[in-house]
């Protein structure tokens, strides 16, 4: 597993390309990264000025470094089309999202074509085809982040979404990021009427390893931050045991009743560096002054 702190975002807001003033508007949100969607929620015919939007929106954006755009898959004519479109302008996102993918070598092709013209975005892939849950490793390996793409995945499967019929998904992911290093980021929530989905959504996917969810609703966003954004409180938590390991000399010691070891350091380790790195990127450069979630009463918190 590699211990190499990146930059990894807590909260995705997907805006579809159908209006410059929503997308204008969509910035002004809290989210970690803005994501312009060309893709499932764009019509066929509206694809085209769905482009323009898209192209007026980030040359209007001051930065766009974590701005993504969802292109249309790679198969199609129109991922050809988004990808001119994209790299013939001026302003280039920092994220670019796939869909729809099978096979790793997809990514490599991506990423190479747009390598072809200076533009090295980060590349996260939608995984939402049997195809990919299959392969899932190698498409961690050849990506920088892994988004669970719920509704296709569930359809292929014959199913309605469900947290039972998509945890192996959800496993695999987690466990392909944990090796790679990999971004690995929760489906949106459905269920808008009911923010109990939401809440415990975010906490079972924290507790398999996930590092953020994304939305299509401004109005979650709150509850994806304070879920998955790294806290003060928590990066105390990590230090302290740390701290107590190395009093004891990297053996077995107690921090509030718990024992604590080696293995509690590296995954302290890992929680600071992740912090550190996402507050340098998303957080203005500062960890925020407090924990939003419950204190722990002893121990240490689960890695954000």
């Known amino acids: 597993m590699t211990t190499t702190a990146r930059a990894i975002p807590r909260s995705i807001l ?15 949100y809290d989210a970690d990264v803005h994501l312009i969607d060309l893709e499932d929620s764009v019509p066929a015919s509206a694809k085209p000025e769905a482009r323009d939007f898209c192209r007026e929106t980030l040359d209007q954006l001051p930065d766009v470094t974590n701005v993504a755009v969802r292109i249309n898959p790679l198969s199609s004519i129109e991922s050809i089309r988004d990808i001119t479109m994209l790299t013939a302008g001026p302003t280039k996102p920092g994220f670019v999202f796939m869909t729809m993918v099978q096979y790793p070598a997809e990514v490599a092709l991506l990423r190479e074509t747009l390598a072809s013209t200076g533009w090295h975005p980060e590349i996260f892939v939608t995984i939402e085809t049997i195809e990919a849950v299959d392969k899932v490793d190698e498409i961690a390996a050849a990506s920088d982040g892994l988004i669970l793409g719920s509704a296709d995945l569930a359809a292929t499967l014959g199913i309605d979404i469900n947290w039972t019929g998509l945890l192996a998904a959800r496993q695999a992911m987690a466990f392909a990021c944990a090796r790679h290093g990999t971004a690995c980021i929760d489906t949106g929530n459905f269920q808008l009427a009911d923010p109990s989905i939401l809440h415990k959504e975010i906490e079972q996917v924290r507790s398999l390893g996930f590092h953020g969810k994304g939305t299509v609703h401004p109005k979650e966003l709150e509850a994806i931050n304070r879920g998955f954004r790294p806290g003060g409180v928590e990066m105390k938590e990590a230090r302290r045991v740390m701290d107590a390991v190395s009093a004891a000399g990297d053996g077995v010691t107690l921090v509030d009743g718990r024992m604590v070891g080696p293995p509690f350091v590296r995954k302290a380790r890992e929680t600071l560096a992740r912090g550190e790195a996402w507050a340098a990127r998303f957080g203005q450069g500062r960890l925020p002054a407090s924990d939003p979630r419950p204190t722990p009463t002893h121990g240490m918190r689960e890695p954000a």
């Not at 997907?14 to 002004?28: E, K, V």
């Open 14 to 28: 997907y805006t579809p390309a159908l209006s410059l003033d929503r997308l204008l508007r969509a910035q002004s």
